[in-house]
């Protein structure tokens, strides 16, 4: 049926309400729901629509954070939508609202106090809380995401207070489909999933792992402007392996043991393809937080299947490789002349190391297993060699190589000898200053990427890497830490944050209408960051842009990795725009309060 005549029936009806019997006219509209037609409504219709739905009265629509504007419902939208009396007099606009949300905000002094601020506005006015975020980004970024993110999840049964998301549990086995239903919106084109057993660098969750899917989600939206209403957060719950969470009478999780084998694998399963089934093939499933055993079965099992995305393995890695690409500059040479040393070999670190063999065969057309012999990984029992290869899991395999066995990350370093120590490692102050002395010793620019979160599990501080460097480090990492000055120069570290790189790839995806993700749309949001860093930057140095611009950043790597996907033939909204840039600042929403008259 034709939108318009659907729209225009709508306003018909809207108009009728006020004039006719209120109860024949709500057994109408339930009718026309049964029909499907809200699909169709517009974003003003629909205002009208709740009203009508609630029976008229406008306290309902203050209670929507979709549509809420608080102080900021003008004088006429007070009388057309039955607000009279119900708001104080005042008008205000919506950036004096940010300007006192801000002001608020800042005078908590614990993080976690302005997290709950913000997931309080969240909840109450959506805008508004978009228009915080996009606006203060470098502020709020590390208070709705890491680090405060995962204290949030250490304490979410506390402070949990409405859901924000669908959780599926084992009790839901069996009848997944009939679950994602309850969903509210009809058309979800991102979902963000954990199952809560590898949170960050803190280990087994659980259910309370639902922040990091929303925190991921309201990135999505704030830096990628994807519409909120398209995004699902999902935590699925098969129990946990903490005992402290077991005990806490807070918990709101499954109180069992952490389901595994054939019963984890079969709920799985069930909800993949619940999840195509429901929203097509074309919706993103973001795997997030999933430990390294099921992270890389996962991705394996459903990517020539499904539209899927691990952040962990693949965000993590383009958004190193780009760091990489981009501190060329200050280092000089190909990635093929440089020597990589990783702590860490699970998902973050197995993921950087493939993309980079990627990217160097990509340059000198070499096959990527003799690229990989520059790129060596220590994990708990020492340095990855071919002695160990039969005790490995299959995802460290290809990174043994020919050596003697090593034990200890100083001792790897002084045989390596690497241009570029990254660590992902998700353990503390790893890197120490016997190593980053080293580092230096052999280097005239070490480059240093301590990129385990939140800030506690970095492998080592900016104050330390300058000041143990003498100044000669280029620094980035996981999570945020303040400008540190050196000898009367002052250095801002750069941060490795993925939140530079999939907000930008999901919406290009989206775009493009891609039914799969393939390496080289990777390589493309990669290279696509790594352009927007500025003389002006490598000056202080940076490897990384400033967060302030990434919208605009977004909008460049979602149109090179569209790109990306019209080449491969992967796309599915055709014809290509002749613009892909514009087309995404375009598509992009906007928190600015609508009129609703």
């Not at 009279?84 to 007099?89: F, S």
């Not at 005790?391 to 460290?396: A, E, G, M, T, V």
């Not at 460097?469 to 250095?491: C, L, V």
């Given at each position: 049926?034709?939108?318009?005549?659907?729209?225009?029936?709508?306003?018909?009806?809207?108009?009728?309400?006020?004039?006719?019997?209120?109860?024949?006219?709500?057994?109408?509209?339930?009718?026309?729901?049964?029909?499907?037609?809200?699909?169709?409504?517009?974003?003003s219709c629909a205002f009208d629509?709740?009203?009508?739905?609630?029976?008229?009265?406008?306290?309902?629509?203050?209670?929507?954070?979709?549509?809420?504007?608080?102080?900021?419902?003008?004088?006429?939208?007070?009388?057309?939508?039955?607000?009279?009396?119900?708001?104080?007099?005042?008008?205000?606009?919506?950036?004096?609202?940010?300007?006192?949300?801000?002001?608020?905000?800042?005078?908590?002094?614990?993080?976690?106090?302005?997290?709950?601020?913000?997931?309080?506005?969240?909840?109450?006015?959506?805008?508004?809380?978009?228009?915080?975020?996009?606006?203060?980004?470098?502020?709020?970024?590390?208070?709705?995401?890491?680090?405060?993110?995962?204290?949030?999840?250490?304490?979410?049964?506390?402070?949990?207070?409405?859901?924000?998301?669908?959780?599926?549990?084992?009790?839901?086995?069996?009848?997944?489909?009939?679950?994602?239903?309850?969903?509210?919106?009809?058309?979800?084109?991102?979902?963000?999933?954990?199952?809560?057993?590898?949170?960050?660098?803190?280990?087994?969750?659980?259910?309370?792992?639902m922040g990091i899917p929303v925190?991921?989600?309201?990135?999505?939206?704030?830096?990628?402007?994807?519409?909120?209403?398209?995004?699902?957060?999902?935590?699925?719950?098969?129990?946990?392996?903490?005992?402290?969470?077991?005990?806490?009478?807070?918990?709101?999780?499954?109180?069992?043991?952490?389901?595994?084998?054939?019963?984890?694998?079969?709920?799985?399963?069930?909800?993949?393809?619940?999840?195509?089934?429901?929203?097509?093939?074309?919706?993103?499933?973001?795997?997030?937080?999933?430990?390294?055993?099921?992270?890389?079965?996962?991705?394996?099992?459903?990517?020539?299947?499904?539209?899927?995305?691990?952040?962990?393995?693949?965000?993590?890695?383009?958004?190193?490789?780009?760091?990489?690409?981009?501190?060329?500059?200050?280092?000089?040479?190909?990635?093929?002349?440089?020597?990589?040393?990783?702590?860490?070999a699970g998902e973050a670190g197995?993921?950087?190391?493939?993309?980079?063999?990627?990217?160097?065969?990509?340059?000198?057309?070499?096959?990527?297993?003799?690229?990989?012999?520059?790129?060596?990984?220590?994990?708990?029992?020492?340095?990855?060699?071919?002695?160990?290869?039969?005790?490995?899991?299959?995802?460290?395999?290809?990174?043994?190589?020919?050596?003697?066995?090593?034990?200890?990350?100083?001792?790897?370093?002084?045989?390596?000898?690497?241009?570029?120590?990254?660590?992902?490692?998700?353990?503390?102050?790893?890197?120490?200053?016997?190593?980053?002395?080293?580092?230096?010793?052999?280097?005239?620019?070490?480059?240093?990427?301590?990129?385990?979160?939140?800030?506690?599990?970095?492998?080592?501080?900016?104050?330390?890497?300058?000041?143990?460097?003498?100044?000669?480090?280029?620094?980035?990492?996981?999570?945020?830490?303040?400008?540190?000055?050196?000898?009367?120069?002052?250095?801002?570290?750069?941060?490795?944050?993925?939140?530079?790189?999939?907000?930008?790839?999901?919406?290009?995806?989206?775009?493009?209408?891609?039914?799969?993700?393939?390496?080289?749309?990777?390589?493309?949001?990669?290279?696509?960051?790594?352009?927007?860093?500025?003389?002006?930057?490598?000056?202080?140095?940076?490897?990384?842009?400033?967060?302030?611009?990434?919208?605009?950043?977004?909008?460049?790597?979602?149109?090179?990795?569209?790109?990306?996907?019209?080449?491969?033939?992967?796309?599915?909204?055709?014809?290509?725009?002749?613009?892909?840039?514009?087309?995404?600042?375009?598509?992009?929403?906007?928190?600015?309060?609508?009129?609703?008259?």
């Amino acid at each position: 049926m034709d939108s318009y005549f659907l729209q225009a029936k709508t306003m018909c009806f809207i108009v009728s309400f006020k004039l006719a019997n209120r109860s024949k006219l709500l057994l109408a509209m339930v009718v026309y729901r049964l029909e499907g037609f809200l699909e169709f409504v517009t974003c003003s219709c629909a205002f009208d629509l709740i009203l009508l739905l609630n029976g008229g009265s406008g306290y309902s629509l203050m209670r929507d954070p979709r549509y809420n504007k608080g102080l900021a419902f003008t004088e006429k939208e007070r009388d057309a939508h039955y607000l009279r009396g119900l708001l104080p007099p005042v008008v205000l606009s919506q950036e004096l609202q940010e300007k006192k949300m801000m002001n608020l905000i800042r005078q908590y002094e614990v993080p976690l106090h302005r997290y709950i601020a913000m997931v309080g506005l969240q909840e109450t006015n959506e805008r508004l809380f978009y228009r915080l975020l996009i606006d203060n980004v470098e502020e709020l970024l590390p208070v709705v995401y890491t680090p405060t993110v995962g204290e949030a999840c250490q304490k979410y049964g506390s402070i949990f207070k409405h859901s924000q998301g669908l959780y599926i549990s084992l009790k839901e086995k069996g009848k997944i489909l009939e679950t994602l239903k309850n969903w509210p919106e009809r058309t979800v084109q991102v979902i963000v999933v954990t199952d809560g057993e590898r949170i960050l660098g803190l280990g087994d969750l659980g259910c309370q792992g639902m922040g990091i899917p929303v925190g991921k989600l309201a990135l999505y939206t704030a830096l990628g402007g994807v519409r909120p209403s398209l995004c699902l957060p999902i935590t699925i719950d098969v129990g946990t392996n903490n005992e402290k969470l077991l005990n806490d009478e807070f918990y709101i999780g499954l109180r069992q043991k952490r389901a595994t084998g054939k019963e984890y694998d079969e709920l799985l399963q069930e909800f993949m393809y619940a999840v195509k089934q429901n929203y097509g093939e074309k919706v993103l499933i973001q795997f997030e937080d999933f430990a390294n055993h099921n992270a890389f079965e996962l991705l394996a099992r459903y990517s020539s299947s499904h539209l899927v995305f691990n952040d962990d393995i693949q965000g993590t890695a383009a958004v190193v490789l780009a760091g990489l690409l981009s501190a060329l500059r200050l280092l000089g040479g190909t990635l093929a002349d440089h020597t990589f040393l990783f702590l860490g070999a699970g998902e973050a670190g197995t993921g950087i190391a493939d993309l980079i063999a990627l990217e160097i065969s990509e340059q000198n057309g070499k096959p990527i297993e003799e690229n990989r012999k520059n790129i060596w990984l220590v994990d708990s029992k020492g340095l990855i060699v071919s002695s160990r290869k039969e005790s490995l899991q299959d995802f460290k395999k290809p990174w043994a190589h020919e050596h003697e066995p090593i034990t200890g990350l100083i001792n790897a370093v002084k045989a390596i000898k690497p241009t570029v120590l990254i660590g992902t490692s998700g353990v503390g102050k790893q890197f120490t200053k016997e190593i980053v002395e080293d580092m230096a010793s052999f280097n005239k620019t070490p480059l240093i990427m301590a990129l385990s979160n939140p800030t506690s599990q970095a492998e080592c501080t900016a104050e330390e890497a300058y000041t143990w460097s003498e100044g000669r480090a280029i620094f980035a990492s996981g999570s945020p830490f303040d400008p540190f000055e050196y000898e009367g120069k002052t250095f801002v570290p750069g941060q490795a944050n993925n939140a530079y790189i999939f907000p930008g790839f999901g919406l290009g995806v989206i775009m493009a209408g891609s039914i799969r993700v393939h390496n080289g749309m990777l390589l493309a949001a990669s290279k696509a960051l790594a352009s927007q860093v500025a003389e002006e930057h490598y000056e202080k140095g940076m490897i990384y842009p400033p967060l302030t611009n990434i919208r605009k950043i977004s909008a460049n790597i979602a149109a090179k990795v569209a790109a990306k996907a019209y080449e491969l033939g992967l796309a599915s909204h055709l014809p290509q725009p002749e613009d892909l840039v514009e087309s995404a600042e375009k598509c992009m929403y906007s928190p600015v309060y609508r009129s609703y008259l």
